[in-house]
C-alpha cells in the first residue's frame, strides 16, 4: 500500500526518549450537538495505569471531512494554563483524497488534525493524575456539522491502524524529575462514532406569536430553532383540537388560519417530550 505523507511538524523538547511502562488510554468524549450553530463539541480525554505526572502532548487523529470541519479558533484547553501552553493545532489537513489506500471507511475525504499541548515548567511539572480519577479532559475540540445525516467519525492516529496514511502517532509523556520526561505507553483508543442528535441551546427561549387579531394567519418565531417533532396544535374555545402542525428545528413557523371562521382560538406549542413551549389566545377577525 501507498503511503500517504502529511508533513507532521515534530518538535518535541523531551529530554530522553526512554518509554515508561505507564499506559496511557485515549477516547474522545460524547459528542454535545448544538442545534443553533449545527457545530459539534468533543472533549480529548485520557487516563493512566499509574500515578503520572503529564508532561507534553500530542494528539493526532484522523476524521469523516466531508461531514463535519474542525473550528480551530474554539479549540480550548482545560488544563492549568499557568502549567501547559495554549493548545497549538500544528497541522489540520481536510479534503484529501486517500481513496488508494482504503484503511479508514472515509479515507476518499479525509481530515487529520495534530494538536500539541506543552508543558510549561520542566523544572517542576504539571498536572498529577491517578488512576482512581478516572478519565481527565484535556481539551475541547468544535466541529461545524456539514452533513447531519451520516454519522461523524474520527479515528486516533496509532500503530496497526492508521500507518499506512502516516508513521507520527498520538503520543503523551510523563515527567519524573526536572528536565526529564519519558513517553508513555499507549494502551487503548475509543474512537469517534457520533450520530448527530440536537440538543437545546442553554440560551433561554424567548418566543412571540402575531399577529393578533389576525385575518389568515400567525407567525411563531423563536430566538432559538425548535427541536425536532416539535407540534403547533389550534385549539377551538370548547377544547377540540382543529388542526396541527409538525415543526423541525425552524426558528420561524407560519401557521395558516384561513380555513376557520372568525373567533377566538388557543394556540399551543409542544416539544416532543410533550413539554408546553408556549400557549397563546389568538383573535381571528374576518
Known amino acids: 500500500m501507498r503511503t500517504i505523507a502529511f508533513v507532521l511538524l515534530s518538535y518535541l523538547c523531551l529530554l530522553t526518549t526512554a518509554t515508561a511502562n505507564n499506559g496511557v488510554s485515549y477516547k474522545f468524549s460524547d459528542a454535545v450537538y448544538n ?149 508513555l505507553e499507549n494502551v487503548n483508543f475509543t474512537d469517534l462514532d457520533a450520530l448527530y442528535s440536537f440538543t437545546r441551546s442553554t440560551e433561554a427561549i424567548s418566543i412571540t406569536v402575531g399577529p393578533n387579531p389576525t385575518a389568515d394567519f400567525i407567525k411563531i418565531t423563536a430566538n432559538t430553532a425548535f427541536d425536532a417533532n416539535s407540534i403547533v396544535y389550534v385549539i377551538d374555545m370548547n377544547g377540540r383540537v382543529l388542526m396541527t402542525q409538525d415543526v423541525s428545528y425552524e426558528t420561524e413557523v407560519r401557521v395558516s388560519l384561513a380555513h376557520l371562521n372568525a373567533g377566538t382560538y388557543i394556540v399551543e406549542m409542544i416539544d416532543a417530550e410533550q413539554n408546553n413551549i408556549t400557549t397563546e389566545k389568538i383573535v381571528l377577525a374576518k
Open 35 to 183: 442545534v443553533d450553530a449545527t457545530e459539534m463539541s468533543i472533549s480529548i480525554e485520557i487516563k493512566t495505569t499509574e500515578a503520572m505526572t503529564l508532561a507534553d502532548q500530542y494528539y493526532r487523529f484522523y476524521f469523516d471531512s466531508e461531514t463535519m470541519s474542525l473550528k480551530e479558533a474554539n479549540n480550548a484547553e482545560l488544563l492549568s494554563t499557568n502549567q501547559y501552553y495554549n493548545v497549538q493545532v500544528i497541522e489540520a489537513v481536510e479534503g484529501y483524497n486517500a481513496s488508494q489506500v482504503g484503511t479508514l471507511s472515509y479515507d476518499d475525504n479525509l481530515g487529520f488534525v495534530n494538536l500539541y499541548i506543552e508543558l510549561a515548567d520542566l523544572l517542576n511539572g504539571g498536572v498529577s493524575i491517578r488512576p482512581a480519577d478516572g478519565w481527565l479532559a484535556v481539551a475541547t475540540l468544535t466541529f461545524d456539522v456539514k452533513d447531519n445525516t451520516q454519522s461523524n467519525k474520527a479515528t486516533w492516529a496509532r500503530e496497526n491502524v492508521t500507518a499506512d496514511y502516516a508513521s507520527a502517532f498520538t503520543m503523551v509523556s510523563e515527567w519524573v524529575q526536572p528536565n526529564e520526561v519519558v513517553t
